[in-house]
């Protein structure tokens, strides 16, 4: 028993310190280069509104909308790598502001439903819970073959179940226990319990596959 | 011109359906950055399976077309996923439409990439020589064809 707390406790250390270190490069990328790139853009800018000749003119309108895709795809790199919602205004808008950059990067729709008040969670556990969920979405657009996707949170006082449905291919769920090369599913089971909560997975081929997590709100309040 | 008038326009269309006919490829599309902003996006597709392709935002660098058009350069891809820089999920299109290869070239405007010309197929496969010139061609016809309305921007 002892032993495996440790482990539980070295896994659980080993993931928040990648996050961490996830977390500082993401903010790098976006308060740093980011807003270097844009004070280069708005003296571009200025720079091509002074400017007579028709030639460098269109020259450095090209650049500057060189710049501008530039810093909109740091952007997307900073959120992708971690949501700063998740920090700063919790969960549920994290997934909100998630979901439209899926279904623009994917154009698989996803019909998306909260219900209840959103309570409060740990950084740590919103973090697990966030990319759990970005896994499972993720998992649909490389494998499912399907445009829709229905996701359901649902807050309790005791708990937060969120069901991530989607009614693609589907595959045989049991097979996976003993294929070593699926780490995706396994890692989803793994940060869950470690939060101390669930990911359960059911699929059926031909019928799609629907992930169901749940996390515990209670014991949080302790710690 | 708006996605829809694109999607309307004959001459747009008939290139990319002859295209596809005559490389017997499953799949044509083409991405054009908007009037407005950077944004790039999949205006038209012929041998599409779904309409994911409408919805989706080509991000600068990233996946074929990205690429293409922070670089370009044409590229092919002959075994997706095998082979592939960045990740599976850095190749949406692939995804969506399920190609397993495909090639694609850039579309100037104004001496900049804006826009891409690709060809796929839901098998591997390896474009050769000819069929790569006919994409070059059916790009430089689009580029003829989309240059007013591109640099023209007036309604
Ligand atoms: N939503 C889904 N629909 C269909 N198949 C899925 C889905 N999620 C997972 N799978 C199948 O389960 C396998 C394992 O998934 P995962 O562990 O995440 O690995 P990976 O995504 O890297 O292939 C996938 O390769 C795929 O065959
Ligand atoms: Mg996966």
Redesign the pocket.
């Known amino acids: 028993m002892e032993q495996s707390v440790s482990k539980q406790q070295i896994r659980s250390y080993i993931i928040q310190s990648q996050e961490e270190e996830i977390k500082r490069i993401s903010l790098e990328l976006h308060e740093g280069v980011g807003q270097n790139l844009y004070s280069i853009l708005t003296g571009l800018q200025f720079v091509e509104s002074g400017l007579s000749q028709p030639h460098l003119k269109n020259y450095l309108h090209e650049m500057t909308q060189l710049i501008e895709k530039t810093i909109q795809e740091i952007r997307l790199l900073s959120v992708e790598l971690h949501p700063p919602a998740l920090t700063t205004l919790g969960l549920l808008p994290a997934i909100k502001s998630y979901i439209k950059l899926y279904t623009s990067t994917f154009g698989v729709l996803v019909d998306f439903e909260s219900i209840g008040e959103e309570k409060p969670i740990q950084e740590q556990k919103s973090v697990a819970v966030f990319r759990v969920c970005q ?2 979405l ?3 657009a ?3 073959d399907t445009s829709n996707v229905k996701m359901g949170l649902i807050w309790k006082e005791e708990e937060l179940r969120i069901s991530i449905i ?1 009614f ?4 045989v769920a049991d097979e ?1 226990e003993n294929n070593a090369v ?5 890692a989803m089971k793994e940060r869950m319990l470690l939060t101390g909560g669930q990911c359960v997975i059911s ?1 059926k081929i031909g019928e ?2 629907s992930v169901e997590i749940s996390l515990p709100l209670l014991e949080g309040k302790e710690s | 011109m708006r996605m829809t008038e694109i999607r309307e326009n004959h001459g747009v269309m008939e290139v990319c359906d002859r295209l596809r006919k005559e490389v017997g490829c499953d799949f044509v599309a083409l991405a054009l950055q908007n009037e407005v902003g950077p944004d790039v996006r999949w205006h038209y597709a012929s041998g599409n399976v779904n309409d994911k392709y409408k919805r989706i935002t080509v991000r600068f660098g990233k996946g074929i077309a990205g690429k293409i058009i922070s670089s370009g350069s044409p590229m092919m891809m002959s075994d997706f996923p095998k082979d592939i820089y960045g990740k599976v999920t850095d190749h949406p299109i692939m995804l969506a439409e399920k190609l397993i290869s495909c090639y694609a070239v850039p579309l100037f405007f104004n001496g900049s990439p804006k826009g891409v010309l690709l060809i796929g197929k839901r098998v591997s496969y390896t474009f050769s020589k000819s069929e790569q010139e006919k994409v070059k061609e059916s790009g430089e016809a689009l580029e003829q064809l989309l240059r007013s309305h591109i640099l023209g921007g007036g309604p």
């Open positions: 896994e499972a993720t998992n649909i490389k494998h499912a989607d693609g291919g589907g595959f996976l699926t780490l995706g599913i396994a699929s799609g596959t």
